[in-house]
């Protein structure tokens, strides 16, 4: 036998070996997927640091989230460090005002978490829910996920201790699989809560609130990536489970109607929440994305007048453009981005004096322990994360979303790569990167002089520069 013969035959023997080995390990769903060729990509991003000294793509220039912030995500999920030197290759657009005296560790206390929902008085719930973590998962639906990313997000959920939104999609088994805290979130459709018709269903309300994982639910006016404009999953992923969970036809485009038909009005929004609240016995929240910031004082002067429709919570989530499948124009063009609508909406809630009846919940790509502290310094009581989580499961930001065909398993509806995501694998990421945003928006808070993040003031951060989707901080004040 020839050395040619031998090397090639060596070279197929580890070739086959490497295939075996891809396919068995469970800790990259890009390599279960692609076996051997994966390994492609892992190369490229581990050299990728060195090699682009020498050619013009910077870190920051990948559209909607760069490679700095990727990889701070990915980083923070996996466990490793994300310590620095030689300087920050980020060009902020808002600061920090560090103290001269910073917190001590004896000084420093664990956030103390913060209520949502009355216990008495008009607009009380029977149950009001005390939410423990100042960062938790946004609404993302199964069908929109796979049932491996939902698994893995409900059990990270439950180890890192946050809650997790269900989406406009209804309640899965998955989402209880973990034993998380739940938000049921009902879009326009209504889709888990509705009857035939389509219409608001009350015994299913009742059965919903009958799982002790489901603590409070949430009206959704619109999204960040489609506001004016309901839900759509492409027919090739509404399964047939996936249309029982919703009470729709298996194999067809599930589109929402563009609002509730039975909320029109700022009236009728409280009217439905007292309503749901009733059934329910939980805290009721609604998500929408500002437009037209009158809006803000109308809808707080009317629960102020009539308290029973006032929601527990409010989700202001930015135009910026989300998870969810839309047309471009709505996801470029259409709402106010998280950081103008932030400030409009917590000014307002400050004006009405509802600072402890309703909490905020910021969301719109706050994936990263800078923007979370920045949305608390604006009056955010929390914040939530759809795509931060997203990439913690091993997105890889492929743009494959909406066609079933996701490499990574997360959004697909091809049961090859869904195979390739191991939930008990992907929930210990989950949970790392939860816990990490947490710890540093900490530090943060630390270095402004405070001892945990409920002290955060807009005085605490500053505008450097403004550009193109840049943030607005306050100058001063509280």
Request: neutral net charge.
């Amino acid at each position: 036998m020839t050395f040619l013969a031998i090397l090639m035959a060596a070279i197929m023997a580890g070739l086959i070996a490497l295939y075996f080995h891809d396919i068995r390990q469970t800790q990259h769903t890009i390599l279960r997927n692609y076996p051997i060729l994966g390994h492609v990509r892992y190369f490229a991003e581990t050299w990728g640091e060195y090699m682009r000294q020498y050619h013009y793509l910077p870190d920051w220039a990948e559209r909607p989230f760069n490679r700095l912030e990727r990889s701070w995500v990915y980083r923070s999920a996996k466990g490793v460090s994300n310590l620095m030197s030689f300087g920050s290759e980020n060009v902020p657009a808002f600061v920090f005002r560090n103290a001269p005296f910073p917190v001590l560790d004896e000084e420093k206390r664990a956030f103390p978490g913060k209520q949502i929902g009355l216990a008495e008085g008009p607009g009380a719930c029977r149950e009001p829910y005390f939410a423990r973590s100042f960062f938790n998962i946004s609404g993302m639906s199964y069908g929109a996920l796979s049932h491996a990313a939902v698994s893995a997000l409900s059990r990270g959920a439950k180890e890192a201790g946050i809650w997790m939104a269900t989406g406009e999609g209804g309640l899965a088994p998955y989402h209880l699989e973990g034993g998380c805290d739940v938000i049921m979130q009902m879009g326009t459709a209504k889709y888990g809560a509705r009857d035939a018709a389509g219409k608001l269903s009350e015994d299913r309300l009742r059965d919903l609130a009958s799982h002790p994982e489901v603590r409070m639910f949430e009206v959704k006016l619109a999204q960040g990536a489609k506001p004016g404009k309901g839900g759509i999953l492409p027919g090739v992923k509404v399964t047939a489970e996936i249309a029982a969970i919703r009470g729709i036809p298996a194999g067809q485009d599930s589109i929402s109607p563009n609002r509730h038909h039975d909320i029109g009005s700022i009236r009728e929004l409280g009217q439905f929440v007292d309503r749901v609240r009733g059934v329910t016995g939980r805290p009721v929240g609604v998500k929408f994305v500002v437009g037209d910031p009158e809006f803000l004082d109308e809808w707080f002067a009317d629960c102020l007048s009539y308290p029973e429709g006032c929601p527990d919570y409010i989700q202001v989530d930015g135009g910026e453009g989300g998870t969810g499948a839309a047309p471009a124009p709505l996801i470029d063009y259409v709402g106010l981005p998280i950081t103008e609508a932030l400030p409009l909406v917590a000014a307002a809630r400050d004006r009405a004096g509802l600072n402890e009846r309703i909490r905020i919940t910021a969301s719109g790509k706050l994936i990263t322990p800078d923007k979370v502290a920045w949305a608390l310094c604006m009056g955010a009581d929390f914040v939530a994360s759809a795509r931060g989580f997203m990439f913690s499961l091993g997105c890889i930001q492929a743009m494959k979303c909406g066609s079933g065909f996701c490499p990574t398993g997360v959004t697909s509806s091809d049961p090859r790569l869904i195979r390739g995501l191991d939930p008990m694998d992907k929930a210990v990421r989950v949970a790392r990167y939860a816990r990490r945003v947490r710890e540093e928006v900490e530090i943060i808070a630390h270095a402004c002089g405070l001892p945990d993040p409920t002290g955060f003031r807009p005085r605490h951060v500053t505008a450097i520069e403004r550009g193109v989707g840049g943030f607005r901080a306050a100058a001063g004040g509280d």
